[in-house]
């Protein structure tokens, strides 16, 4: 790919920066080779430099990454959420979280975000139903009787591979106690 790919140089290094896909048909485990002239036709020579393994095409799977902070205490925290999908963070539809003290949606703190909304819902208490939606980055709140998300202090983005969700949340005093925060997502 022409356009994602480029080319500098600073004093002795040239940088080659190669954006490329490969083939169904080349799957499998790839050895790196480089080789470069100069102006006066001295070589380097083919060198292996790397390994690579081509996975054959088509939908990969995606991945629950990361919390921050991933422990901690408090009535309140804004907690960081990164997914990722090997074909770029737009093939993430939604990303979930819930806080619970076991992996229950029942009178548990769980959130649905919806990328191309760029809206959060929160399950009620008995798990029936979705509250809201509010939209991040304005003003609004979504609560239940564990939590509550604040829209406008919360967002999200995506670069490459990865989907960051930023959510702003309080929690009941009801709701106390240690919790797991457990996450997924799903591609298209």
């Not at 921050?68 to 205490?73: E, L, V």
């Not at 975000?113 to 609004?140: C, E, H, K």
């Not at 919360?154 to 930023?166: E, K, R």
Request: glycine share 12%; with cysteine.
């Amino acid at each position: 790919n022409a356009a994602g790919s480029s080319a500098s140089g600073t004093a002795n290094n040239l940088t080659l920066n190669l954006a490329l896909s490969f083939r169904s048909a080349f799957a499998g485990a790839k050895t790196i080779y480089m080789q470069t002239q100069d102006n006066a036709g001295l070589s380097t020579g083919w060198q292996a430099k790397g390994a690579w393994t081509v996975v054959a095409g088509g939908n990969e799977a995606p991945s629950a990454v990361s919390v921050t902070p991933s422990s901690g205490g408090g009535s309140g925290q804004t907690f960081s959420l990164v997914y990722s999908d090997p074909n770029g963070f737009a093939d993430l539809p939604w990303a979930q979280v819930n806080i619970n003290a076991a992996l229950s949606a029942i009178s548990a703190c769980y959130v649905h975000y919806a990328r191309a909304a760029s809206a959060v819902w929160l399950l009620n208490d008995a798990a029936t139903a979705w509250l809201g939606p509010v939209f991040l980055g304005l003003a609004g709140t979504v609560q239940n009787g564990q939590c509550a998300v604040n829209a406008a202090g919360s967002s999200a983005g995506g670069t490459g591979n990865n989907l960051l969700l930023i959510l702003a949340m309080s929690f009941r005093s009801a709701f106390a106690g240690a919790k797991t925060i457990y996450m997924q997502t799903q591609d298209e």
